[in-house]
């Protein structure tokens, strides 16, 4: 069975290293057909969808609460529209906070139970099922 860590701390680096991807994409596609990169970002598929760089925002919170509450790590961050440069920051800031996280300070803690909001109400779960649970509903956006 993978452990929490190879669930965890790898899965959401691979995603936010596919966002770099897309944001190059999208800036090669901008510039190769005059098109604003900032439209880009802010462009819709549906009127109800976040625009891109508010799906990075919120894979970026989602990675530093697994920090938070797995790791031990310190949070402060929202979501808000960012600029291409900014949505690039965020993504790298997140990925050197990921890589310094070892197996064991997460391993072994699957079924330790772990406290998190979900708007104003508090929850409890133990650790594994929070990050499936949350991980599979809402927090990696569908580029």
Known sequence: ?????DLTIPILTKILKTEVDVLKDAEKYAKENGKSIDELLKAQLIPDMYAATIQIGI???????????????KIEYSV???SLEESYAQIQEVLSELA??????INGREAEIIEF???KPTTKAPAIEWFVQVSSSLAFPPF
């Open 1 to 5: 069975m993978a452990s929490l860590y």
């Open 59 to 73: 894979t970026v919170l989602f990675s530093r609460k697994v920090l938070q509450l797995l790791a031990g790590s």
């Open 80 to 82: 808000k529209p960012a």
């Open 100 to 105: 310094t996280v070892k197996p064991e300070a």
């Open 117 to 119: 909001s979900v708007g």
